[in-house]
């Protein structure tokens, strides 16, 4: 079975123009198939700022009303997207930028509304992505490269969450490639602590998770994150790697992993 790595970025990278030229040289050297997930970083605040619109936050998660939905897709579908595509090109990695709604690659549906109304924000479903048509486009030689923008079959697009995106991606295509889902952020990796950079977490079990979250060594913007990674592999996925993205480049060199990795 031939290896895929589905890779998210952060907004830090995304933010930071070198950061993101050198990651996304590492990217392309990558050898294999190969799929980028991105986010929105700043950028999408500052425009709102810009236009009026007052950017409203829950537990990190933006609530998505209608003029919030037309600064994202304007940011991560065009702005952000189509730079990253464009850099990729130049180093001689052929992508194409999507959103969800391209080829109805990623359907969601909107959120229901509970305690919150988050708006336009789509949720995944077991059979939101469409593998097949995205191994077509890694087979014709593509590197598709994902925004955090997804559709609900019915004309409306809807913001969803990258590291989710990135995780369902890397699920849905472990039937057809052996999958290893990355996600690329501004630490080398999960740190026993977070003032020190050289106390990364190596490996973690699901066991070693419950006690580091007891301890509040791992809490809140992590949680939903390594939620999401051990449900990617408990669903197929290989490994999921979470690392800085400067250190990508060691996966090629040597062949060797980065960051924290998390196993079964």
Do not use: W
């Amino acid at each position: 079975m031939e290896q895929l790595h589905v890779i998210k970025i952060g907004g830090n990278v995304i933010d930071n123009s070198e950061a993101l030229h050198r990651f996304l040289k590492d990217f392309s050297a990558l050898q294999g198939h190969k799929i980028l997930v991105h986010g929105g970083g700043k950028v999408a605040t500052q425009l709102s700022e810009t236009l009026g619109i007052e950017a409203k936050l829950v537990d990190g998660r933006r609530i998505t009303d209608v003029e919030t939905l037309r600064v994202v897709t304007m940011v991560y579908g065009g702005l952000i997207n189509k730079n990253i595509v464009a850099q990729l090109q130049r180093y001689g990695s052929n992508a194409i930028g999507l959103t969800g709604a391209d080829g109805n690659l990623i359907r969601a549906q909107k959120r229901p509304v509970k305690t919150i109304d988050y708006g336009y924000v789509g949720d995944l479903k077991d059979d939101s992505i469409d593998a097949k048509g995205i191994a077509a486009l890694l087979e014709a030689g593509f590197t598709p490269v994902f925004c955090a923008l997804t559709h609900d079959g019915e004309g409306q697009l809807l913001n969803t969450n990258a590291d989710t995106i990135a995780s369902a991606l890397a699920v849905s295509m472990a039937a057809h490639y052996e999958s290893t889902l990355i996600y690329c952020f501004e630490k080398r990796g999960v740190l026993e602590d977070i003032d020190d950079e050289d106390s990364v977490i190596r490996e973690i079990n699901p066991e070693r998770y419950e006690e580091l979250k007891t301890a509040k060594i791992i809490h809140s913007g992590m949680i939903p994150k390594l939620d999401n990674a051990f449900s990617a592999i408990h669903s197929g996925v290989r490994a999921v790697i979470i690392g800085h993205a400067d250190e990508l480049g060691n996966l090629q060199s040597s062949g060797h992993s980065f960051g924290t990795r998390l196993s079964k």
